[in-house]
């Protein structure tokens, strides 16, 4: 056994075709050859470039947001602040850089981490101890191995859209599931097997033929786990991703992206990312049945604007002229419509907390 694609093949030839979510499932975090496992994927020598890979003043306009709604919830003396799938770990040493000087707000700061990738832990380790915070975070391979009290704030960037989803097509033979089999000359191909009724009841009943709806109980799962989180201490989640916000939204957004192109997702299983879009209407409803309160969501570009990310990027080019290109750059790449600023929403939810959240 020496590659994903013969652990793969094992389990089709044993099992039978399936479904997207254990592909996907496998591909990005199998214990020995996940795609988060075995590298760290970000820059321009890697795959992809997120948000914080872009600039500091991504996580420093999201560390003024915890600040500010820590403040205005009275300043409690110990507030969790648990990211979710951090990378390497940059959002969250631009965080600690950012809140510096907000008296009392690193007294009170307890990192935690949700992470499977053992390469990118230690990634995180390292980011944070070379931003200068000293308390020792913990690490968790996921949600439900958290337990934490007190406020809470949970911050997802480019993490929703990594777990597993399933995909159903509606077919003249009615509701299919979308599945990964082998095809005659050996290589994984796309099929479709019968759908199980747990997910077809719940299918929009006007579908046409060709439909493609999507559904994760993976980033179901999550929500109820981060609004359990957030009730129980009181806080806050703020989740960024790129997705949709309306009802039943419909289509094929499963995609894989290599060397910062996009590549078909049965290729190269276990070496480039698998993401798809992300539900917000879907994970705000969840939120809201859970008793939390929930927020439409804004584009990235207005978030980072009303935090004031302008003023910042003028301070920076102050302090250093000779970088004055790079940051302007990283500015408009950040918050322009035609880049992330409309792609990336942002979406909070809170609980028992007395401030607003900055949307
Ligand atoms: C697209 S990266 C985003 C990284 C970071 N938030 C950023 O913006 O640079 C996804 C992150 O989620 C982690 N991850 C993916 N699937 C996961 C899972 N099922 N459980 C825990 N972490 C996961 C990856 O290892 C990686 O750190």
New binding site residues.
């Given amino acids: 056994m020496n590659s994903l694609k013969d652990v793969l093949k094992k389990y089709i030839a044993a099992d039978g075709p399936m479904h997207l979510a254990r592909y996907m499932?496998m591909c990005?975090?199998h214990p020995e050859f996940g795609y988060?496992?075995t590298r760290d994927?970000?820059g321009t020598k890697g795959d992809?470039i997120?948000?914080?890979?872009v600039s500091q003043m991504f996580g420093e306009m999201i560390g003024l947001w915890a600040a500010m709604l820590w403040s205005d919830s009275g300043k409690p003396e110990k507030l969790n602040v648990i990211?979710?799938?951090?990378?390497?770990g940059?959002?969250m040493a631009d965080f600690i850089r950012g809140t510096v000087k907000v008296p009392r707000f690193h007294d009170a700061l307890h990192i935690a981490f949700?992470?499977?990738?053992p390469?990118?832990q230690d990634k995180?380790k390292c980011s944070v101890g070379d931003a200068g915070f000293t308390r020792t975070p913990i690490w968790a391979?996921?949600?439900d191995g958290l337990d934490v009290d007190g406020m809470t704030f949970i911050i997802?960037?480019?993490?929703i859209?990594?777990?597993?989803i399933r995909q159903f097509e509606y077919t003249d033979k009615g509701w299919m599931e979308r599945c990964v089999g082998i095809s005659e000359n050996g290589a994984l191909s796309m099929g479709l097997i019968a759908a199980d009724t747990l997910f077809t009841a719940h299918l929009p009943k006007d579908a046409a033929i060709g439909d493609i709806y999507e559904r994760s109980p993976?980033r179901d799962h999550y929500m109820e786990r981060i609004a359990a989180l957030i009730k129980s201490n009181s806080g806050a989640a703020l989740l960024?991703d790129y997705g949709h916000d309306t009802s039943d939204a419909k289509g094929d957004t499963f995609q894989a992206m290599h060397e910062h192109a996009f590549v078909d997702p049965l290729d190269n299983a276990g070496n480039a990312?698998l993401?798809s879009h992300v539900d917000f209407y879907r994970l705000r409803k969840i939120a809201k049945a859970a008793g939390c309160d929930v927020f439409p969501s804004a584009s990235q570009g207005e978030f980072l604007h009303k935090l004031g990310i302008g003023q910042r990027a003028q301070i920076l080019v102050e302090s250093a002229p000779e970088k004055g290109a790079e940051i302007y750059e990283a500015y408009k790449r950040l918050t322009d419509d035609d880049k992330m600023g409309k792609l990336f929403k942002v979406m909070p939810i809170t609980s028992n907390i007395n401030g607003t959240p900055i949307i």
């Fill in positions: 499932e990005l975090t988060y496992v994927p970000f992809f997120t948000a914080p890979e990211e979710l799938g951090a990378g390497r940059t959002l949700v992470e499977k990738s390469v990118l995180q391979e996921d949600i997802g960037n480019e993490f859209d990594a777990l597993p993976a960024i990312d993401t």
